[in-house]
């Protein structure tokens, strides 16, 4: 019987048979995963979680929520050194090449000042792959944002800028999220930071039009001088952990 | 009749309590104040730091910058603090500032003989008074990037080069050196900070010794410590290892003492460049043991420097450490708050006291002497031309794979600045775990690059002046001219059965509704050595309402002393002349 099969519906019902088998496997992997964290079992769920981004590596749910459970378990070499063999085998995946970068990111609080240094550089070699592969929303905030932490004297802040204003030609032609004030603020920070305070009220004018009640935006507006400064570098402190889900990009 | 007395006495005594501004309140108005007096002194000599050979001169010209040094002591018994300067560049002489008993001072090292030691195989990086065989004056020490030169008091202002004697014929690039006595035997023990590893930087083999890592450097000198025999030759033995302490391999920049733990013998703790400080408990038994990971934890940061005082009051020792803290490095410094259980809590942020740049020496002293301990810090690594050296360190810090051991990994540095022009820090301690920084007001946020902090009362005026040691820069002299200081003592303590200098001797003083101690450290603070003699600050108190010493040797000394003057105290006799 299976021997009068078309050979090309053949090859496509093995293909698609494949691809199904792999989608339940990555799918069960990640619920397993969930249920181990939920159990406060890391060594399960860490496991689970790898699992389920090594059958789907693009699959940017699965890696945002192993690094949260990297994060809880604190586990940050442990995520370095997966991402690092994942982008190896799949050098194309924008999603893997941001997680990676994130990854880094990650670790940063918990690292020493000259560590730091080096994590935030590497975060930003993974960040430009992500956004060479895919130039998108969140890659050029992503990297905009993180040039924004390297203090003036590296004279990374413009750089920042220039991507940032990228996301917002992005941004202007999608419909309202509820992230997008994220980028109102951080582009307006990034304004302050390259001494361009009129740009920086605009910006922040202009987010706050969109979400009139975020107070991210209000404290800003409200603060002028030294609060200002103080307001918008306790922000860029390494020191602090910076929030590196992605969630708010599939549920907000 | 009557009632009209009684109305005019309240009348006065109204009019008085109106007109006489309280103590405190002038005190906060006026302020702490110093004038910078060390030309008119006499002592305002540069310092050099070491000119390297070679195509990786400039680099370990950088690293080599900490050895501007100060210690202060009275080698002549003459009652006033004399002074002694480092130099660190080849054929550069130190300076032994003799005090006339005016504020102003006579350079007698080439006559005393301690003028040597920067030759072209050593750097002077440090120095430090000691008595080492007890014989009532006081002896000197002068740690070098080398052997150590070791120099006998032979009074009438001579001393005697007694090294090759004093079995301290180990090579290290020791850039700290304390004196105190761990086993309690009544001599002068040492202990060395090592920055390098025993490599001689000056006929440099292997250009493989900076860092390893520069959050946990584990190449480093670690640290060594001697034993006082008290024999005439091989007067000291190395027991670096015998007494626990042989396992540390960090970047050693500072070492200090004292008694954390109440329990009558000296601690230490060792801070440490590019990596974790540790913290060493006295066993008693002419041992230690490591209690870092639950006393402080671990920690990543660039330590300069250890100063040891209990700033609230509360009868336990606290420790306070320099790091860098910077627009392109945030560290921020320690205050080791002791919990008297041992463990240590980092009050930097709470007490104001985090920021100090880029930190090098900083010690405790009540400058307006209203009992409460203040905080003057020093920093700044090289100021020079408009160019910032920190971007060209980005590729030595983030290419995979580059040895940054190697010297030659380094880019030259040339004229450019790395966290210089940095102002100092006078942080006044303001009785509710809390410190006002107000180094500007005080005149003296000078921005010269500060090594070494020498506390030190020069005039006997009761009121304590500043000696600041700065790299490739003058030594500055500030005079405390405070109009409303508190009353005061000051106390000079003679050990018998003790050490002589009362090194680890620990007072206790009730006054005015404080309770204060202090102990007498053995050269606490990166690159300076401070009086010996125990200052108080009292307020307004008028009067001591208990005192008692407990000596090195266990005895306790309960007595009286005057208020406003120096008294000097003998181990079980009490006041004795000078």
Known sequence: ?252 | MDQLRKTRACLCLLTLLLSVPTWAADAEQQGIRFEEIAQKAGIRVPHHTRRFRGKNADVLHMFTSGGAAVAVGDYDGDGYEDLFVTDSDTGKPNHLFHNNGDMTFTDVAVEAGVAGGNDPKSVVSDALWFDYDNDGKLDLLVARFGTPILYHNEGSGKFKDVSSLSGLNKFGNTIAVIAFDYDNDGRLDLLFGNYFKPENLLDLKDPHVLPNNLDAATNGGGVTLWRNTGKATGIFEEVTDKAGLGKITGWTLDVGHGDFNNDGFQDIYLACDYGTDHIFLNNGNGTFREVTETATGWDTKKGMNVDVADYDNDGWLDIYVTNITDEYMKECNMLWHNNGNSTFSDVSKETGTCDTGWGWAAKFADFDNDGWQDLFVVNGLRSAGPESYVPLLLPVMTTPGLDITDVNNWPDIGNRTWSGYQKKRLFRNLGSGVFKEMAAAAGVDNTFDGRGIGVVDFDNDGKLDIVQTNADQPLLLYHNVTAAVGNWIELKLIGVKSNRDAIGARIKVEAGGLVQIREIDGGNGYAGQSSRRAHFGLGKASKIDHMEIRWPSGRVDVLKVPINSISYIKEGQGIVPR
């Open chain 1, 1 to 252: 019987m299976i021997t009068k099969i078309h050979p090309i519906l053949f090859a496509f019902l093995v293909y698609v048979s494949g691809f199904a088998a792999t989608a339940r496997t990555a799918a069960d992997e990640y619920q397993q995963a969930l249920k181990a964290l939920a159990a406060n079992n890391y060594k399960e769920a860490l496991s689970h979680f790898e699992s389920a981004v090594v059958a789907e590596p693009d699959n940017a749910v699965y890696s945002n929520e192993y690094r949260k459970a990297i994060i809880q378990s604190k586990e940050f070499d442990r995520a370095l050194d997966f991402f690092e063999k994942r982008v190896r085998e799949h050098p194309d995946s924008a999603n893997l090449h941001l997680n990676y970068g994130f990854a880094y990111v990650d670790k940063i609080p918990v690292a020493g000042a000259i560590t730091q240094v080096i994590l935030a550089d590497r975060a930003l070699t993974q960040f430009t792959k992500s956004v060479e592969l895919r130039p998108d929303w969140i890659g050029y905030y992503t990297r905009g944002q993180s040039y924004l932490f390297w203090p003036k004297i590296f004279n990374r802040a413009p750089l920042g800028v220039a991507d940032l204003e990228k996301a917002m030609e992005i941004q202007k032609k999608e419909p309202h999220r509820g992230y997008h004030v994220r980028l109102y603020v951080a582009l307006g920070d990034g304004y302050w930071k390259t001494d361009q305070l009129e740009k920086a009220i605009a910006t922040w004018r202009a987010g706050l039009q969109e979400f009139p009640d975020n107070a991210n935006l209000k404290r800003r507006l409200a603060a002028s001088g030294d609060d200002l400064k103080t307001l918008i570098e306790s922000g860029f402190d390494p020191a602090k952990r910076v929030n590196t889900d992605l969630s708010d990009l599939w549920t907000n």
